[in-house]
């Protein structure tokens, strides 16, 4: 497949672009990648340089992609962090030159905004845009607990409010939802739960907790989740797929000690997961 991935690149680390594109490379897909910004390394810590990009770049590069005739190849789109509702209105520019031209193509969106914990990392004006027209714009989306509280407007203490908020995002448009890190009362301590809700079904998967909070690994797993999707039709499949390797790269990451995700030291967990997670139909 032929993927377009819009998302934040930085030269030191894995975060953005350089989080999503390489497991797809791995797993065999072609992608191409347009960065919003250049860093030297993530936010995360405190310090950085380099330069964010205007929504005019992008669309000038998938003008670009356009003079090339390549669009109707193009399988799919991918979308992360959006400093700028410029830079959303590009993406979703985006998205309709690659509709048009393949109708088959869908658009992942990860709605990034914030977290448990820290709250919103957004500038203000994104959350409003990701409810009114980024979403509704997606065919799939990969939020985590936070965020699916936020687009759904409840929250999502237990299992069933979870998949009530899934739901009412489903009903915005979306077909398909991974919820990543969630945790509700009926979560052990122990343990984090990812569900994902489709139309073929409603799936979780309860994987270890590990002791890391690692910048980049929900890029990876939306990455991981849209091909897995887009080669199977499965939810469940995808959800098995994406889980299994993001808890890999992760517990990988954890036995080395590294402050970084070990994108390429980890590569295999992409293609043949160390542990197999079998998703429970909820």
Same mark, same amino acid.
């Given at each position: 497949m032929n993927i377009l991935s819009i998302q934040s690149w930085v030269a030191y680390g894995h975060v953005g %672009?350089?989080?999503?594109? #390489?497991p797809m490379q791995r797993l065999g897909h072609e992608v191409w990648g &347009? *960065?919003?910004v250049q860093f030297s %390394?993530?936010?995360?810590?405190g310090a950085w340089r380099g330069e964010v990009f205007g929504g005019g770049l992008i669309r000038e590069l998938v003008g670009g992609l356009e003079d090339r005739n390549v669009l109707p190849r193009c399988d799919g789109v991918l979308s992360g962090y959006m400093g700028t509702a410029e830079i959303g209105d590009a993406i979703l520019d985006a998205v309709g030159r690659v509709k048009a031209a393949n109708s088959?193509? *869908?658009y992942c969106c990860d709605p990034v905004m914030g977290d448990v914990g820290s709250g919103l990392f957004v500038r203000a004006g994104i959350p409003e845009f990701m409810r009114a027209r980024a979403v509704p714009a997606a065919d799939l989306i990969t939020p985590n607990q936070f965020e699916l509280e936020i687009l759904a407007g409840h929250g999502t203490g237990t299992l069933a409010q979870a998949l009530a908020a899934c739901d009412a995002v489903h009903a915005t448009g979306p077909r398909v939802i991974? =919820?990543?890190?969630?945790?509700?009362?009926?979560t052990p301590a122990d343990s984090i739960d990812l569900i994902a809700s489709g139309p073929d079904g409603r799936f979780r998967v309860r994987t270890p907790r590990l002791a890391i909070s690692a910048s980049g690994a929900g890029d990876a797993i939306a990455a991981l989740f849209f091909v897995h999707w887009k080669t199977t039709h499965s939810t469940a499949q995808a959800l098995s797929m994406a889980a299994s390797s993001a808890y890999g790269l992760l517990a990988r990451t954890v036995a080395a000690g590294a402050t970084? &995700?070990?994108? =390429?030291a980890a590569q295999d967990? #992409? =293609?043949s997961p160390s542990r197999i997670f079998t998703p429970e139909k909820l």
């Open positions: %672009n350089a989080s999503a594109m #390489f &347009i *960065h919003t %390394n993530h936010t995360g810590y088959s193509a *869908h991974l =919820v990543t890190s969630l945790h509700t009362e009926e970084e &995700i070990l994108t =390429v967990e #992409f =293609v």
